[in-house]
């Protein structure tokens, strides 16, 4: 199984939040956006700010985050996606969930076959089920 995962996924890994994507880690390939990582370190920092995590645990997100970053294959921002996330769409979409929705689209030009969305955030899902992904984590 090839997965995009978006940011919702990592954060529930991250933060031990139930429930985690089942068969969380077990895919042939797994990939998401360059906005992934800057998505979940501004959670971390209002998890922080809200006196949620304590310093220990900052570091030890950090440090997670960083791991998961590792294993996962990066999108890039780059000009192409930011131009495929500018365009309508068949849904109503936030900005930063059309960037991990051209994401996903333009690495299911290379997986056209067997590519998962990975979302726990039900908006995010319909969306990506409009553009004809198969969604799991909903």
Do not use: K
């Not at 991250?14 to 077990?26: D, E």
């Not at 921002?77 to 996903?104: E, G, K, N, Q």
């Amino acid at each position: 199984m090839i997965v995009y995962i978006d940011t919702s996924v990592v954060l529930r890994a991250l933060l031990g939040q139930a429930p985690v994507l089942a068969g969380w880690g077990n895919w042939e390939e797994a990939y998401s956006s360059e906005l992934m990582g800057v998505e979940a370190r501004r959670a971390i920092d209002r998890i922080r700010l809200a006196a949620a995590i304590d310093d220990a645990g900052v570091a030890e997100a950090h440090a997670e985050l960083a791991r998961i970053e590792r294993s996962l294959g990066r999108i890039r921002l780059a000009r192409r996606v930011l131009d495929r996330a500018a365009l309508p769409m068949s849904t109503a979409v936030r900005t930063l969930d059309a960037i991990h929705l051209a994401s996903a689209l333009l690495l299911r030009e290379r997986h056209p076959d067997n590519l998962l969305f990975a979302t726990h955030d039900r908006r995010q899902a319909t969306s990506a089920r409009a553009l004809g992904f198969t969604c799991i984590g909903v």
